[in-house]
């Protein structure tokens, strides 16, 4: 202690608590640099010891936190999220109040066992696509969302960080530990009078706000690729239209090309061939997820699977450009693959004798790093970015969706306290590779 308040600390701490305060709304600083501030003040000022200071890294929430937020991780990496949020979109046409109405129950229930943070991420580009369908603005869903996701959290013990902090407390106090549900009729009853004000005021009090950003949430960006159906592909014989990898809301099917010859026109009753080539629009991950494939089922047109693993795919800029684009050229002259091409919001096909790359254009590469930064300095192109997006895992969502549920009923039934259950479910969807470390 440098500095001794003497009589004056009460004082001296409630000042420093509404600084700190008014620095966080004022975000001049990054939070956790406020926040840091805010203990390296207390510690100067003699308001903290630093036996208090270990005391509260020791507690046992912060460790129940991290672990809960594996397992979330997890959920959205094996594209468990993605899929409740597909099959939502599906609904909002024949019955958008009811979708809207269940999309906020989803999220309320998906909060109560999972960390808010992860499902308001995977949650914000839907209430986007819901807010396009039902013709209103975004502006009046996404506080209702984050209000919904709140008072979910607040249902279970594990709902929100601070419940376990809370529990944490109480127990250095030396009072009984919180059961997982011990909180759920206080909470429930606070969630439906929450959502039951929402679903009055919300209209009333949230204004109409349409933006350009609104738009670029709301509609994944998505690229047009074409794959390769191998010799002795399990999805031979297989209906195109059937193949669930083509009928993800992220994916559309576009062109089934056998032997240089276009089948569009009955694309939807074609069985795939050896050496048949699909084209598609597809998300980013989904492009990822193509290209990260063994190669079993298709691979990307070109790409050879046996490398992948070794290549980077990286978004460029076109800078400035002339003259008919040469796919193959690229690949023949650096052994860089354009795997796809973005212009103005759309996807742009890439199979056109006569197609031109223009300045703004930004191209899907695949290949070795240094041959990538060759042909950008080759062809006038700007690196953008590795692709941050990233495969999902698909066939591992029922080990992460059974971890999860294992937590919970272990907790719940008062088999063991939360944080070994947390600890191990983390530790199972590493070691199943559900989610990276």
């Given at each position: 202690?440098?500095?001794?308040?003497?009589?004056?600390?009460?004082?001296?701490?409630?000042?420093?608590?509404?600084?700190?305060?008014?620095?966080?709304?004022?975000?001049?600083?990054?939070?956790?640099?406020?926040?840091?501030?805010?203990?390296?003040?207390?510690?100067?000022?003699?308001?903290?010891?630093?036996d208090?200071?270990?005391?509260?890294?020791?507690n046992?929430?912060?460790?129940?936190?991290?672990?809960?937020?594996?397992?979330?991780?997890?959920l959205?990496?094996?594209?468990?999220?993605?899929?409740?949020?597909?099959?939502?979109?599906?609904?909002?046409?024949?019955?958008?109040?009811?979708?809207?109405?269940?999309?906020?129950?989803?999220?309320?229930?998906?909060?109560?066992?999972?960390?808010?943070?992860?499902?308001?991420?995977?949650?914000?580009?839907?209430?986007?696509?819901?807010?396009?369908?039902?013709?209103?603005?975004?502006?009046?869903?996404?506080?209702?969302?984050?209000?919904?996701?709140?008072?979910?959290?607040?249902?279970?013990?594990?709902?929100?960080?601070?419940?376990?902090?809370?529990?944490?407390?109480?127990?250095?106090?030396?009072?009984?530990?919180?059961?997982?549900?011990?909180?759920?009729?206080?909470?429930?009853?606070?969630?439906?009078?929450?959502?039951?004000?929402?679903?009055?005021?919300a209209?009333?009090l949230?204004?109409?706000?349409?933006?350009?950003?609104?738009?670029?949430?709301?509609?994944?960006r998505?690229?047009?690729?074409?794959l390769?159906?191998?010799?002795?592909?399990p999805?031979?014989?297989?209906?195109?239209?059937?193949?669930?990898?083509?009928?993800?809301?992220?994916?559309?099917?576009?062109?089934?090309?056998?032997?240089?010859?276009?089948?569009?026109?009955?694309?939807?009753?074609?069985?795939?061939?050896a050496?048949?080539?699909?084209?598609?629009?597809?998300?980013?991950?989904?492009?990822?997820?193509?290209?990260?494939?063994?190669?079993?089922?298709?691979?990307?047109?070109?790409?050879?699977?046996?490398?992948?693993?070794?290549?980077?795919?990286?978004?460029?800029?076109?800078?400035?450009?002339?003259?008919?684009?040469?796919a193959?050229?690229?690949?023949?002259?650096?052994?860089?693959?354009?795997?796809?091409?973005?212009?103005?919001?759309?996807?742009?096909?890439?199979?056109?004798?006569?197609?031109?790359l223009r300045p703004?254009?930004?191209?899907?590469?695949?290949?070795?790093?240094?041959?990538?930064?060759?042909?950008?300095?080759?062809e006038?192109?700007?690196?953008?970015?590795?692709?941050?997006?990233?495969?999902?895992?698909?066939?591992?969502?029922?080990?992460?969706?059974?971890?999860?549920?294992?937590?919970?009923?272990?907790?719940?039934?008062?088999?063991?306290?939360?944080?070994?259950?947390?600890?191990?479910?983390?530790?199972?969807?590493?070691?199943?590779?559900?989610?990276?470390?």
């Open positions: 202690m440098l500095i001794d308040l003497g009589p004056y600390a009460p004082y001296g701490a409630l000042l420093l608590v509404m600084t700190v305060f008014a620095v966080f709304v004022s975000e001049r600083f990054a939070a956790e640099v406020t926040a840091l501030g805010g203990v390296a003040l207390a510690l100067l000022l003699g308001l903290v010891g630093v208090d200071v270990l005391k509260a890294l020791s046992p929430a912060p460790a129940t936190i991290g672990a809960m937020f594996v397992l979330s991780a997890a959205v990496r094996t594209g468990v999220l993605d899929t409740l949020a597909e099959w939502l979109g599906h609904g909002i046409t024949h019955r958008p109040t009811v979708t809207i109405a269940l999309f906020f129950l989803l999220a309320a229930i998906a909060s109560a066992f999972m960390n808010n943070t992860p499902v308001i991420m995977i949650l914000i580009p839907v209430v986007f696509g819901l807010a396009r369908r039902c013709g209103t603005s975004a502006s009046r869903l996404l506080m209702p969302l984050s209000f919904v996701v709140i008072m979910g959290g607040t249902c279970t013990l594990i709902g929100t960080s601070t419940n376990l902090l809370v529990d944490g407390v109480s127990r250095k106090l030396g009072l009984a530990p919180f059961a997982l549900l011990e909180i759920a009729p206080l909470g429930i009853a606070l969630a439906l009078a929450g959502s039951l004000y929402l679903f009055l005021a209209p009333l949230l204004p109409e706000r349409s933006t350009v950003s609104e738009h670029a949430l709301g509609v994944r998505s690229w047009q690729v074409e390769f159906v191998p010799p002795g592909s999805l031979i014989g297989q209906k195109v239209a059937e193949v669930a990898d083509f009928r993800r809301s992220t994916t559309q099917l576009v062109d089934l090309i056998r032997e240089d010859v276009s089948l569009r026109r009955q694309l939807r009753d074609e069985v795939l061939n050496g048949d080539r699909v084209v598609v629009h597809a998300s980013d991950s989904e492009v990822i997820g193509f290209r990260s494939s063994d190669a079993k089922e298709f691979a990307i047109a070109g790409t050879e699977p046996a490398l992948a693993r070794r290549h980077k795919v990286v978004e460029a800029l076109v800078k400035d450009r002339k003259g008919v684009f040469s193959l050229g690229w690949r023949r002259s650096h052994g860089v693959y354009p795997i796809a091409v973005h212009r103005h919001g759309s996807a742009v096909d890439l199979q056109d004798e006569t197609f031109h703004g254009d930004t191209v899907l590469l695949d290949g070795p790093a240094d041959e990538i930064a060759r042909l950008a300095r080759d006038d192109l700007i690196l953008l970015a590795p692709m941050q997006a990233r495969a999902y895992r698909r066939d591992k969502a029922p080990i992460a969706l059974a971890v999860l549920a294992l937590v919970v009923a272990g907790a719940a039934l008062n088999f063991a306290p939360i944080l070994p259950l947390a600890i191990i479910g983390a530790a199972i969807v590493l070691l199943t590779r559900c989610v990276e470390p």
